[in-house]
C-alpha cells in the first residue's frame, strides 16, 4: 500500500512538471519565431533583390533565348533556331569565340606570371615596400574602364606613345590598334596591366608559407629554383588557383575595353570582336534580342564548364595544408 502510494505522489509531480513545462516550452517556441520574423524583415531586401534582379531577369533570358524578339513586337517561339544558328548559320560568332579564347589563353596565364614574379620580387623586404605595393596596386583601381581605353588608343595609335618611344632607337612603329595581327594583344597589355589585385593576393599567399621550410630546404643545400619549386608553388597552389579561375571566369566577360578602342566595331577585321561584344552588337544594334539571350546563356554553360573542370583539377595539383 505505501509503494502504491509512492507511485502516486511520482505521477503526480511528473504530471505537474509537465504541465509547468508546456508554457516554457511555448515560450521558447514563441521566442524562436519571433527571432526567425526579425531575421526574414532583415532579409527581405536581398530576397527582393534576388527575386527582382537575379532570379526573374535570368529566367526571362532563358524563355527569351528560344524565341525571336526585337524588343519593339512581341516575342515569337523559335525553338532552338538560335543555337542552332549560332553552331551553322553564324561565323562571326565563331570568330568571337575563337578571339575570345584567344584572348584568355594569352591574357590569364600572363596576368599569374607577371604578378607572382613581382609579389616575389615585393616578398623579399625591399625598403618602401608600401609605396610600391600602392603603385603596382593603383592600374586596379583604374581599371579597363572607359577613360583608361580610350588612353590605350592613344598609346598604341599610330602617332601614339609606343611609336614615339621606338622612333628614338630608330624604329618605326605602326597603328598596333589598326593592325590585325597586334589589336587584340594590345587589349591584353590592358588586362595585364591591371595586375595589382592579382599581385596583392600572391603578395598574402606568400607571407603565409613558413620560413622554416626554406631553412630545412637551405640545410639540404637546395638552390633558389628547387625551394621555388618544391615549396613556394605547392604552398602557393590554393591561390594560384584561387587567382586563375577569378582570372579565367573576368576574361570571358570583358567587353568595355573592346567596345572602346575598336569603337564598337570589333575591328580590324573583326580583331577585336570579343564575345561581350558581339553579344551587345547583337542585341543593342541589331535588336536580335532572343539571338543575345542565347549567346548569354551559352557563355554561361561555358564559364561553368571550365570552372568545373578547374575544380576537378584541383586536386591532383592544388595542395591544402590540412592533407596528408
Given at each position: 500500500m505505501a509503494s502504491a502510494g509512492?507511485?502516486?505522489d511520482i505521477a503526480?509531480?511528473?504530471e505537474s512538471a509537465v504541465a509547468s513545462a508546456r508554457p516554457r516550452r511555448r515560450g521558447r517556441a514563441g521566442a524562436r519565431r519571433r527571432d526567425d520574423l526579425v531575421a526574414y524583415v532583415f532579409l527581405a531586401p536581398w530576397l527582393l533583390g534576388l527575386v527582382g534582379i537575379t532570379l526573374g531577369p535570368l529566367l526571362a533570358s532563358l524563355a527569351l533565348s528560344f524565341?525571336?524578339?526585337?524588343?519593339?513586337?512581341?516575342?515569337?517561339?523559335a525553338g532552338?533556331?538560335?543555337?542552332?544558328?549560332?553552331?551553322?548559320?553564324d561565323p562571326s560568332f565563331m570568330q568571337s569565340l575563337g578571339v575570345t579564347v584567344l584572348y584568355v589563353v594569352v591574357s590569364v596565364p600572363s596576368v599569374l606570371v607577371i604578378s607572382l614574379a613581382l609579389a616575389l620580387l615585393l616578398n623579399r623586404g625591399l625598403r618602401g615596400l608600401t609605396l610600391y605595393r600602392a603603385l603596382f596596386y593603383l592600374p586596379s583601381l583604374l581599371g579597363g574602364s572607359v577613360a583608361i581605353a580610350v588612353l590605350w588608343r592613344q598609346v598604341f595609335g599610330i602617332g601614339g606613345m609606343l611609336n614615339q618611344i621606338l622612333a628614338l632607337v630608330h624604329i618605326r612603329g605602326q597603328s598596333w590598334i589598326g593592325s590585325p595581327s597586334?589589336?587584340?594583344y594590345t587589349l591584353v597589355a590592358l588586362n595585364v596591366w591591371q595586375f595589382g589585385a592579382t599581385m596583392i593576393i600572391f603578395l598574402a599567399g606568400l607571407r603565409q608559407i613558413p620560413e622554416s621550410l626554406y631553412d630545412a630546404a637551405a640545410v639540404d643545400g637546395a638552390r633558389w629554383w628547387r625551394r621555388f619549386w618544391h615549396i613556394t608553388i605547392p604552398m602557393l597552389s590554393p591561390v594560384i588557383f584561387f587567382n586563375a579561375v577569378l582570372g579565367l571566369i573576368r576574361a570571358f566577360q570583358v567587353f568595355t575595353p573592346a567596345y572602346v578602342v575598336s569603337n564598337g566595331t570589333g575591328g580590324p577585321?573583326?580583331?577585336m570582336l570579343l564575345y561581350a561584344?558581339?553579344?551587345?552588337q547583337q542585341g543593342f544594334v541589331h535588336y536580335n534580342m532572343g539571338y543575345a539571350a542565347a549567346m548569354a546563356w551559352v557563355l554561361v554553360i561555358v564559364i561553368a564548364a571550365l570552372t568545373g573542370g578547374a575544380f576537378l583539377s584541383a586536386r591532383y595539383w592544388v595542395y591544402y595544408g590540412d592533407q596528408g
Open positions: 509512492r507511485g502516486a503526480v509531480e511528473l524565341t525571336r524578339y526585337d524588343l519593339l513586337s512581341t516575342p515569337r517561339w532552338i533556331a538560335n543555337y542552332q544558328r549560332m553552331v551553322s548559320g597586334t589589336a587584340l577585321a573583326g580583331s561584344l558581339y553579344l551587345y
